[in-house]
């Protein structure tokens, strides 16, 4: 039987085992107690998984465990209606959750809880965001409920709820709100002590009693513990929880300066003699979370702004229910709906204008403030504003499915840290170790020279060297960059986007609905065949329907023929279908030749020529016609101005793609390419040492966009093809791709800009304090200043 101290504590919490109790679980082969039958159930789990070594790595205590609930609570969320807001299908038939987390508190709740779900062979993939606590976990929804998913993570001591960026924010806010609490007792505290450390200060020079520069040091260390204990506690906290697993982070050498002026301080005032540094302690507590406070208010704010897409959407819109407008709630509304316009309305879901027309103020998506004058056939977005004007609007798909949906889900994409963020964290963490070695090396120089000075000189040099400036050079720049860049309508999807540009030589541009509107025209009908251009223009239109290529707009003011059956749609070359037992076909000749053998040689006539056929023969040529895109040429010289090499790679075989390279002035052109083709090329370029930059829009794109070294989808693009893409283009402007080029090469000068000037006051700034010229309070300011500046500076690319 087991017995227990009374002050033995919890391995899995640390809460102390009550007496009497004797749960325990075996943990790296040994019995460890446990508090509860809540952690003891967690605790096993754990071990049972084989991931004992949690407990090795983690760097706080968990929460306690709470006991496990007798009946499952989230099987509401088994029913696809019930987590629709957070869970989406994948196109390979998996789902994607994503979840907050509750009680996350380190690095090691992260792998635990990766750890844990991977060792489910129904989860394909599972991330944990630590900033955000979040988690994106891939899975099978037939082999893993997502009641049971919830239930697995609760049994890891995790409180898990669905993802709304609203309830991030709330997360966020609340985080910030208690770090203004302790800058505010810092900065109190500072303000009464600073007044009586000018008493002490003068009383040295000028003489003071005793009992009253006793008096005075006794209040002081009164109120520096309340700084000690409260504001500067995470301070200790993060050391601590670093040092027990042997990791050197920045917080060790403030901790360390912070812990030794207010023991040394305390021992003087105890004692009544020797010198006090309460003043410097409070005030480089004060700076130092000063400096933390508005670094954490610049991320605060973005992500802000990404919680105001969600409030972008009206509350109710006007929904034609028969021969009247029903006023209906906005997260009713499916596609096919009909929905009333007024001037001043909030547009609530994606569509296109029936009737009416006017100008949409877009400016939310693309940064543009000059309102889009709009007409009937054109697509309006969710979360626009009808400036003026009016009409009616037929909704093309579900709110999932709308151009604020993909923005959102967008942001919450994550990439790899780049290159340089990687080398900042390594360099941080070595350089924790050099200044604890300097420290100690200072230490015993002035215990050697002056010892009444060896104190004071070695806080300096332990503050004064923190590389927090080193740590925030390139996430402050990257998060300034994206920000800049999504206010001028271009998404980036992860932080490794603009290192990616970097790297790439040569823009590849797909040509229809990306270098050109996307908006085809029936230009021309040639009949060849027993058949009425009306009933050819029926069929075409049948089969066209059925594919999500910009030609389908060609044909949406014609009515299709009905009965349409065995559709098959190869993407970027055709369509296929029966109608009453004759095999359809509309495409490229190539790909018609498929169904229609003798199919004759295209129109000689300019124009992009596509052919309707059944197996009988030829029915139609029809010709189409775009226009590029207002600010293509203008983008095409930008880029070329910048050294890069522009590309046009079309599956359209007709003469519109030289045609349009020729206008463009484009330096290479590849004309009738297939997906393989393309996907070919791409790497053909990638073996030969040149980095591709893709833009395309297409279902076929998206293995191009996939094996791109840098990937941006336009704002008409597949959702296959988005979710290739590194960005995202919102409006109809190309503009945005030279900003990004353009941003990518001053954001690394800024990064730069920023390691240089952090290793450069470092460099400067520990021989002074070592010297002894730089006191406590000053070595606070220099280095809360050296991380504001790179703040600031990185605040410039905004």
């Not at 508090?35 to 968990?62: H, M, W």
């Not at 300011?781 to 790179?790: D, E, F, Q, R, T």
Request: proline share 5%; charged share 20%.
């Amino acid at each position: 039987m087991l017995t227990r101290a009374d002050s033995e504590r919890c391995y899995h919490c640390g809460e102390p085992v009550p007496a009497g109790t004797f749960f325990s679980a075996e943990i790296d082969g040994e019995a460890r107690p446990m508090c509860c039958p809540g952690c003891q159930a967690v605790a096993k789990l754990i071990a049972g998984s084989g991931l004992d070594s949690f407990y090795r790595l983690r760097t706080e205590l968990n929460e306690t465990a709470a006991p496990l609930p007798e009946e499952n609570l989230y099987l509401a969320y088994d029913d696809p209606a019930n987590s629709a807001d957070f869970v989406s299908g994948l196109d390979d038939g998996l789902q994607r959750a994503q979840l907050l987390l509750g009680g996350i508190s380190c690095a090691a709740c992260t792998w635990l809880i990766e750890k844990a779900l991977l060792a489910n062979p129904a989860v394909r993939a599972a991330n944990v965001n630590l900033s955000q606590q979040s988690l994106v976990v891939e899975f099978n929804r037939d082999r893993l409920p997502v009641s049971e998913l919830f239930q697995q993570l609760l049994a890891l001591g995790y409180d898990p709820h669905p993802w709304q960026l609203s309830e991030g924010a709330r997360l966020i806010e609340t985080e910030q709100r208690a770090a203004l609490r302790e800058l505010a007792v810092a900065g109190l505290a500072m303000m009464q002590v600073g007044m009586f450390g000018i008493a002490l200060h003068a009383g040295d020079i000028q003489g003071i009693a005793l009992e009253y520069r006793g008096l005075m040091r006794w209040v002081s260390l009164l109120i520096a513990s309340v700084v000690v204990l409260y504001s500067a506690r995470s301070f200790f906290r993060n050391a601590w929880n670093n040092l027990r697993f042997g990791r050197l982070v920045m917080d060790v050498p403030v901790a360390l300066a912070i812990g030794l002026a207010y023991i040394a301080s305390a021992w003087a005032t105890v004692r009544n003699d020797g010198e006090v540094y309460f003043d410097s302690i409070a005030m480089f507590t004060f700076f130092l979370l000063l400096g933390r406070y508005l670094e954490r208010q610049v991320r605060r704010r973005e992500y802000l702004r990404q919680t105001d897409l969600q409030s972008l959407l009206p509350v109710a819109a006007l929904r034609r229910e028969g021969d009247r407008w029903q006023t209906v709630a906005t997260r009713s509304i499916r596609a096919g709906d009909e929905l009333l316009l007024r001037a001043g309305d909030t547009v609530p879901a994606d569509g296109v204008l029936l009737d009416g027309g006017g100008a949409v103020d877009e400016a939310a998506f693309t940064g543009e403030h000059l309102p889009r004058s709009i007409g009937p056939g054109e697509r309006v977005c969710a979360g626009t504003v009808l400036r003026e004007g009016g009409g009616s609007m037929r909704v093309d798909c579900d709110a999932a499915g709308s151009r604020l949906a993909t923005m959102l889900s967008m942001l919450t994409r994550g990439g790899d840290k780049p290159a340089l963020a990687k080398l900042a964290d390594r360099v941080a963490a070595r350089f924790v170790g050099v200044v604890l070695l300097v420290a100690a090396g200072v230490a015993a120089y002035w215990l050697h020279t002056d010892p009444s000075r060896a104190l004071w000189i070695t806080l300096s040099v332990l503050v004064v060297s923190c590389p927090c400036a080193l740590a925030l050079a390139t996430p402050a720049a990257l998060t300034a960059a994206t920000a800049h860049l999504r206010r001028r309508g271009l998404l980036l999807v992860g932080e490794d986007s603009l290192e990616a540009l970097l790297r790439c030589r040569r823009v590849v541009f797909d040509k229809t609905g990306t270098l050109t509107r996307g908006h085809l025209r029936r230009r021309e009908t040639r009949i060849a065949g027993e058949i009425s251009e009306a009933d050819a223009l029926a069929l075409a239109a049948a089969l066209e329907q059925q594919g999500r290529h910009p030609i389908a707009q060609a044909f949406a003011d014609i009515t299709p023929a009905r009965g349409l059956e065995q559709v098959e749609v190869v993407a970027g070359r055709g369509i296929r279908g029966w109608l009453n037992g004759r095999r359809l076909a509309i495409g490229s000749p190539s790909f018609v030749t498929g169904t229609c053998p003798k199919l004759p040689a295209p129109p000689t006539s300019p124009g992009h020529w596509i052919a309707l056929a059944d197996q009988l023969g030829p029915l139609a040529w029809i010709a189409l016609e775009d226009t590029p895109r207002n600010d293509a040429a203008q983008t095409v010289r930008a880029l070329q101005r910048r050294g890069l090499t522009v590309e046009l790679l079309t599956g359209d075989p007709s003469d519109a793609g030289p045609e349009l390279a020729q206008q463009l002035d484009l330096d290479a052109a590849r004309i009738g390419a297939s997906p393989q083709d393309k996907l070919d090329h791409i790497h053909r370029l990638q073996a030969a040492g040149t980095p591709v930059a893709m833009v395309g829009d297409g279902l076929n794109d998206a293995p191009v966009l996939a094996a791109a070294d840098c990937a941006f989808a336009v704002n008409q693009a597949t959702d296959l093809a988005k979710s290739q893409a590194d960005a995202i283009l919102l409006g109809q402007s190309l503009g945005p791709l030279d900003d990004a080029f353009g941003m990518a090469v001053r954001c690394r000068k800024t990064i730069r800009q920023n390691m240089g000037w952090a290793l450069s006051y470092n460099a400067l700034a520990v021989p002074l304090a070592a010297a002894g010229w730089v006191p406590p309070w000053a070595a606070a300011v220099g280095m809360s200043a050296s991380s504001l500046l790179v703040v600031l500076n990185s605040l410039r690319l905004k």
